[in-house]
T-cell receptor, first 114, second 113 residues
């Protein structure tokens, strides 16, 4: 069945880059997402990438997709204390995105050290 | 533009009771999806509604049900509550499956005692 794996914790120094990794198993996934969840809040969509793309950049965020290895990463440049949150990787089986039937990883807790 | 609104934010129920949670999507959005979030299982898909029809369902028992109204507002119902149903229930709205982003509400925290 479908599965999405992520490391549970990542600790980085303020100002450094953070790289959060994710692997997925469903080769038919067409959209891959990164969501952010702050304490007591819902999920905030950060960015997404189509499965036919290798890279997408959006301000401080860079998403890299290696479709052969089914590996997705999220790089946050110049990490700030406000980036402290749980980051979820998710895959969609549908060609258009949306929130229908997403499979999520367990989430990576990003911890920022001063 | 108002975001996705979930009510109530917090709820405490007793085992065996039933509960109804509400989700008002972003204006114009017709797709509403529901997710359960627990520390052990993470985020799991419950079901998705579009134009009052359930189009997709996750792997949950029949005690979990939902519906969508003509104004796209959605409710989910859990009957015969179990302790393991304690979770954060999140809903998300989008225009449709195709080509649109989804926006999540802040969730309803359900505690079953």
């Amino acid at each position: 069945g479908e599965d999405v794996e992520q490391s549970l914790f990542l600790s980085v120094r303020e100002g450094d880059s953070s790289v959060i990794n994710c692997t997925y198993t469903d080769s038919s996934s067409t959209y891959l997402y990164w969501y952010k969840q702050e304490p007591g809040a819902g999920l905030q969509l950060l960015t997404y990438i189509f499965s036919n793309m290798d890279m997408k950049q959006d301000q401080r965020l860079t998403v890299l997709l290696n479709k052969k290895d089914k590996h997705l990463s999220l790089r946050i440049a110049d990490t700030q204390t406000g980036d402290s949150a749980i980051y979820f990787c998710a895959e969609s089986p549908y060609s258009g995105g949306g929130a229908d039937g997403l499979t999520f990883g367990k989430g990576t807790h990003l911890i920022i050290q001063p | 533009k108002a975001g996705v609104t979930q009510t109530p934010r917090y709820l405490i129920k007793t085992r065996g009771q039933q509960v109804t949670l509400s989700c008002s999507p972003i204006s114009g959005h017709r797709s509403v999806s529901w997710y359960q979030q627990t520390p052990g299982q993470g985020l799991q898909f419950l079901f998705e509604y579009f134009s009052e029809t359930q189009r997709n369902k996750g792997n949950f028992p029949g005690r979990f049900s939902g519906r969508q109204f003509s104004n796209s507002r959605s409710e989910m119902n859990v009957s015969t509550l179990e302790l393991g149903d304690s979770a954060l229930y999140l809903c998300a709205s989008s225009g449709d499956r195709g080509g649109t982003e989804a926006f999540f509400g802040q969730g309803t925290r359900l505690t079953v005692v």
